[in-house]
């Protein structure tokens, strides 16, 4: 199998555990993916191996297909098949395409002290630990990371104006399945759409090439449906709760 895909620049540069994490795999699956031909080799610089954006676009497909039921021989063939067929490429992008910048967050990290000053005396264990389930944080020992400044923002100042930690975490729990939803009609609309029936195993380079091309156009609608239906409803609900305390006060 060809090692092009090593030599492509993603842009990107990873040490072996590094790669594993962000694929999602073991460290030991990358030498067994090299040595049954699925995965190039590593740029070697000294001791230390470098995979790059193109690796890990690879191992990511590698895991899905094997999610999807293939095997590590049929894995084999139809990345050889891509590549013959001039699509691997496309395929790759594709894929780097429609995962990357859906999520532009900046972390934040403290301890749990820190964490305690900030919420103040209202925040329990009990919501650290839901908070979480619920991805909102992560904990390592003593320390607490927000994976996103802005929700963390948003939840102090929901919380400096008085409204519960566990109400907060009620009303995240039920964003996070109404966007989950809208999430599987967006994409269940471009499956059927734009990729179509037949799925990505079929399609020639030419068409990967122009998914991807739909993808790069399509990305920010999705956003900014939800964003425009989202305010429009809010414009409706306070004009309407606005009414009824001015309503009350006659």
């Known amino acids: 199998m060809s090692s092009q895909v090593e030599d492509v620049s993603g842009g990107g540069r990873y040490r072996r555990e590094d790669v594993a994490r962000a694929a999602g795999v073991k460290v030991r699956n990358l030498r067994y993916y090299q040595e049954r031909g699925l995965l190039p080799p590593p740029r070697r610089e000294g001791r230390i191996a470098w995979y790059s954006d193109d690796h890990l676009t690879r191992l990511r497909l590698i895991s899905d297909l094997l999610g999807r039921g293939y095997?590590?021989?049929?894995?084999?063939?139809?990345l050889n098949a891509w590549e013959e067929g001039g699509g691997l490429s496309q395929l790759l992008g594709l894929e780097r395409e429609m995962t990357r910048d859906w999520v532009q967050e900046e972390p934040?990290?403290?301890?749990?002290?820190?964490?305690?000053?900030?919420?103040?005396?209202?925040?329990?264990?009990?919501?650290?630990?839901?908070?979480?389930?619920?991805?909102?944080?992560?904990?390592?020992?003593?320390?607490?990371?927000?994976?996103?400044?802005?929700?963390?923002?948003?939840?102090?100042?929901?919380?400096?104006?008085?409204?519960?930690?566990?109400e907060i975490l009620d009303a995240g729990e039920f964003v996070q399945a109404q966007a989950a939803a809208l999430a599987d009609r967006f994409v269940g609309l471009f499956r059927r759409h734009v990729i179509g029936a037949e799925g990505l195993e079929l399609l020639s380079a030419t068409q990967l090439q122009h998914i991807t091309a739909a993808v790069t156009a399509l990305r920010p609608v999705a956003g900014e449906v939800v964003a425009t239906e989202f305010s429009r409803a809010m414009a409706r609900r306070v004009d309407a709760e606005v009414a009824e305390l001015l309503r009350t006060e006659q």
């Not at 630990?129 to 909102?136: C, D, P, Q, T, V």
């Open 108 to 166: 934040v990290t403290m301890t749990r002290t820190e964490l305690r000053e900030l919420f103040g005396p209202t925040a329990t264990a009990e919501d650290t630990r839901r908070a979480a389930e619920l991805g909102y944080v992560t904990v390592d020992g003593d320390l607490v990371t927000y994976p996103s400044r802005r929700l963390l923002e948003a939840t102090l100042a929901l919380v400096r104006q008085g409204v519960p930690l566990t």
């Open 71 to 78: 095997t590590v021989n049929g894995i084999a063939e139809l």
